[in-house]
């Protein structure tokens, strides 16, 4: 098997270099024809998905399975569309690579420039997401890198007409197919967290587990896409009825995505007009409520669940909610710091001189003042799509689009200088910064 990988990973190291030498036209024909390619291969793609479904069903009912991870695997048509959607909305932004980051003039004749490139091979590791496949895919091409991809066992079929298709699309545009790889199985992860010669970035997409047992296991970076346990504090000068309009949209619109709130935080003098409603409005959704002690008395009588200290730090990726009081902007604060995964937050309130507060004190990725959670994402932040939401602060964070797939290098342009004549006793350097177009 590590020898299968290492030509696969092999390949993808001379894919990533012919890609990194491409302009932009030539990677836009590329998703073009991906995204015709995903069309006209759509009753493949969903018949693989409907087999994966059904095998996990299946896998749920004994236990082996997640019921969220259900929820995220399934297509439809639509789902399908939207997806072709992403792909060319990739191809209609920027190129990231390529681009002139700086320049500077160090003496007469002797420029220096900073020009962005492409990072090489991208490992990403996945669970159960479809639409994964094609929004990495679609950013590894625009950025000129390589991705060779492992979806999880749930999602094998899916993975497999997608990645063909792509690579379809790859060889009717003239580029390289190999470009866009899959594995499939555990030992094949192992087998590619051996290879940092050829490996530049891992992306695990999925629990706090798996990516530290990820960062556990390999020299090659980690770009952490970790749990999403996202908060919504609704403040003392909360409006209620904008605080329960975003709670239920940051809970109910995808309850298993890592962007949907988990906790919600209510201020105390904000039970008396917020509580209610909000409790009411959660249970006739059909969310499960699980509250702390001051929240169950505001129930009165509506059936909340007690909460206990795991409820804190739990990510349920369903339609279930933890509700406490809090008693100051502060005490939210340093709950949201404590429980909280580093992915979204969120503060209801017409106090902008609380939310500055909120928005300075809380340590996440995204820090919203009155909105929805479910903002967090890339094609909603401009980005086209996303390779993950990254939680740490190392090299990119939270939905890391195009320009986290992307570093630079130093380019410089001399006419025979040696550096022996610079220095001490040696001539001076100008380093005169000139103009970027």
Known sequence: MSDEIRLLAES????SR???????????????????RLEADAETILGANAADVEEAVALVSRGELAEPLLARLKLDPGKLAAMVDGVRSVARLEDPSGRL???????????????SCPLGVLAVVFES????????????????????LKGGRESARSTAALVAAIRAGLAAAG??????????????????????????????RGSNALVRSIRERTRIPVLGHAEGLCH??????????????????????????????????VHTAAVPDVMLPLLGSLLEKGVEVRGCEETRAAAHGLPVVPATEDDWRTEYGAPVVSVKVIGSLDEAIAHVNRFGSGHTEAIVTDDRTAAERFLAGVDAAGVYHNASTRFADGYRYGLGAEVGIATGKLHARGPVGLEGLVTYRWLLRGHG?????????????????????
């Open 101 to 115: 980051l700086a320049k500077t003039l160090l003496d007469d004749g002797l420029v220096l420039e900073k020009v």
């Open 417 to 437: 200088q040696s550096s022996a004549a610079y220095g001490p006793g040696g001539k001076p350097f100008r380093h005169e910064k000139l103009p970027v177009p």
């Open 129 to 148: 997401r479809p639409d994964a496949v094609t929004q990495i895919s679609a950013l590894a091409v625009k950025s000129g890198n390589a991705v060779i």
């Open 18 to 36: 012919r890609l990194a030498a491409l302009r932009a036209p030539a990677k836009d024909a590329a998703l073009e024809e991906i995204a015709a």
């Open 12 to 15: 993808a190291k001379g894919a």
């Open 232 to 265: 919504v504090y609704v403040d003392a000068a909360a409006n209620p009825e904008m605080a329960v309009s975003i709670v239920l949209d940051a809970k109910l619109t995808y309850p298993a995505a890592c962007n949907a709130v988990e906790t919600v935080l």
């Open 175 to 204: 580029l390289p197919e190999d470009a866009v790889q899959s594995v499939a199985g555990r030992s094949s992860v192992d087998a590619l967290l051996a290879l940092d010669d050829l490996v530049d970035l891992v992306v695990p």
